[in-house]
């Protein structure tokens, strides 16, 4: 890991300061779009649903946009809903950015970086969240939990790990992925995790009667099936979109045989970094290969979505510069990001304006393999490490032996 320096800490202020720049940006073009009634935001959203969950009202209305979540999405946003307008808008926002920075200083601190380090993947983060930040979409909110998730589990804080990612499954049902791939990696949170969806599953029975909580779950599922297939008809900002761009329409049976398989890919690889790698890697490997997965294989990502995966760019990106000094690798993660931010400006040189998504998904693809090739790397290492310390332990023992003799 890269070496503390005496200049570290003017590193960290300088990257705080950062987050408190795209915090201030957002909060004045958020208010200014309010006062000029522009708003441009998914909030809206977010608000009917808490109004139509509390008037016992359909929170779905089955055309695949709108609100597109479970039904405890509209509790967990309750407690903006009811502030002022403007004050639940910049609020919100707020408290999203807080807890991405607060998770990506977290993240900085377990992997051993140092005041540099926290700053260039803050820059890779900031760069990549404004939209989503301006939009005020939950996607830097689950990032956030799920980046504390994944260092908690790192630390055996199993029962904390369970409440941030079943916090995040009932804000964004995207989390379920990283709840699959941590109860398999990590047994001892399998039946935690079992014990924390049913519990978020249980908390609107709370709120509201019965009857109507069992039909909002089951009119859920059906909007997630319209919204499933509404992703997979337009060009979204996924594999298979890229793919459709490119002239290539892969039929759905197949797409989902290649959704499998990259699930399984995905596991294996963070089964093996939990099992070769220190807890600490094995965390950012965990939620690295789930940013990713999610970007390529979730059949509605936006270019706003890519909020995910800044945190995984920037983390590359500064071991890359200031641990292993790697200047084609530095260069690539520095094109990784400025490609992602540009996919729109760029995609509409080369292709219409609604098939201008291609770009960040193929530089996701790229960053994948990266991140393949970085595990079997470290794995490799770690297992020749270990080699070492048995033979050695061997000779000790053969030499002691002799003595004995």
């Given at each position: 890991?890269?070496?503390?320096?005496?200049?570290?800490?003017?590193?960290?202020?300088?990257?705080?300061w950062?987050?408190?720049?795209?915090?201030?940006?957002?909060?004045?073009?958020?208010?200014?779009?309010?006062?000029?009634?522009?708003?441009r935001?998914?909030?809206?959203?977010?608000?009917?649903?808490?109004?139509?969950?509390?008037?016992?009202?359909?929170?779905?209305?089955?055309?695949?946009?709108?609100?597109?979540?479970?039904?405890?999405?509209?509790l967990?946003?309750a407690?903006w809903?009811?502030?002022?307008?403007?004050?639940?808008?910049?609020v919100?926002?707020?408290?999203?950015?807080?807890?991405l920075?607060g998770?990506l200083?977290?993240m900085?601190?377990?992997?051993?970086?140092?005041?540099?380090w926290?700053?260039?993947?803050?820059?890779?983060?900031v760069?990549?969240?404004?939209?989503?930040?301006?939009?005020?979409?939950?996607?830097?909110?689950?990032?956030?939990?799920?980046?504390?998730?994944?260092?908690?589990?790192?630390?055996?804080?199993?029962?904390?790990?369970?409440?941030?990612?079943?916090?995040?499954?009932?804000?964004?049902?995207?989390?379920?992925?990283m709840?699959?791939?941590?109860?398999?990696?990590?047994p001892?949170?399998?039946?935690?995790?079992?014990?924390?969806?049913?519990?978020?599953?249980?908390?609107?029975?709370?709120?509201?009667?019965?009857?109507?909580?069992?039909?909002?779950?089951?009119?859920?599922?059906?909007?997630?099936?319209v919204?499933?297939?509404?992703?997979?008809?337009?060009?979204w900002?996924?594999?298979?979109?890229?793919?459709?761009?490119a002239?290539?329409?892969l039929?759905?049976?197949?797409?989902?045989?290649?959704?499998l398989?990259?699930?399984?890919?995905?596991?294996l690889?963070c089964?093996?970094?939990?099992?070769?790698?220190?807890p600490?890697?094995?965390?950012?490997?965990?939620?690295?290969?789930?940013?990713?997965y999610?970007?390529?294989?979730?059949?509605?990502?936006?270019?706003?979505?890519?909020?995910?995966?800044?945190p995984?760019?920037?983390?590359?990106?500064?071991?890359?510069?200031?641990?292993?000094?790697?200047?084609?690798?530095?260069?690539?993660m520095?094109?990784?990001?400025?490609l992602?931010?540009?996919?729109?400006?760029l995609?509409?040189?080369?292709?219409?304006?609604?098939?201008?998504?291609?770009?960040?998904?193929?530089?996701?693809?790229?960053?994948?393999?990266?991140?393949?090739?970085?595990?079997?790397?470290?794995?490799?290492?770690?297992?020749?490490?270990?080699s070492?310390?048995?033979?050695?332990?061997?000779?000790t023992?053969?030499?002691?032996?002799?003595?004995?003799?």
């Open positions: 890991m890269s070496v503390e320096t005496t200049s570290s800490p003017q590193y960290r202020r300088a990257g705080w950062l987050w408190l720049t795209l915090t201030v940006i957002v909060c004045s073009v958020v208010g200014l779009s309010i006062r000029n009634g522009q708003e935001s998914v909030t809206a959203a977010y608000q009917s649903a808490v109004v139509h969950w509390f008037a016992g009202e359909p929170l779905y209305n089955m055309q695949g946009h709108g609100f597109l979540y479970l039904p405890q999405a509209a967990t946003y407690p809903a009811f502030l002022p307008h403007t004050a639940s808008e910049l919100w926002r707020m408290c999203m950015i807080a807890v920075a998770s200083s977290r900085t601190k377990l992997l051993g970086g140092d005041g540099r926290f700053l260039m993947a803050t820059a890779a983060s760069v990549l969240a404004w939209g989503c930040a301006r939009n005020g979409q939950s996607t830097l909110l689950i990032t956030g939990l799920m980046i504390y998730a994944a260092a908690d589990l790192s630390e055996q804080r199993w029962w904390r790990a369970t409440a941030l990612l079943s916090l995040a499954f009932a804000f964004k049902p995207l989390a379920l992925v709840i699959m791939l941590a109860a398999v990696v990590y001892k949170t399998s039946w935690r995790l079992v014990i924390g969806l049913i519990i978020v599953g249980l908390v609107p029975f709370a709120t509201q009667r019965p009857d109507y909580v069992i039909s909002q779950y089951q009119a859920c599922v059906q909007n997630l099936d919204t499933f297939k509404v992703g997979e008809t337009g060009y900002a996924q594999f298979f979109g890229m793919l459709q761009v002239g290539v329409d039929p759905s049976p197949l797409r989902t045989g290649i959704r398989v990259a699930a399984a890919s995905t596991l690889a089964w093996q970094a939990a099992r070769h790698l220190s600490q890697r094995a965390a950012l490997y965990l939620f690295s290969f789930t940013a990713c999610l970007m390529l294989f979730n059949s509605r990502t936006e270019g706003n979505t890519y909020t995910m995966v800044g995984v760019y920037g983390a590359l990106l500064a071991e890359a510069a200031l641990v292993r000094k790697d200047r084609r690798a530095t260069a690539w520095i094109a990784a990001v400025v992602t931010l540009s996919n729109y400006e995609g509409v040189l080369f292709t219409p304006r609604d098939r201008a998504i291609w770009i960040s998904p193929l530089v996701c693809i790229g960053v994948s393999g990266y991140l393949v090739g970085r595990l079997l790397s470290e794995i490799t290492a770690a297992s020749g490490r270990t070492e310390k048995g033979s050695d332990e061997r000779l023992n053969d030499i002691s032996h002799a003595r004995a003799a």
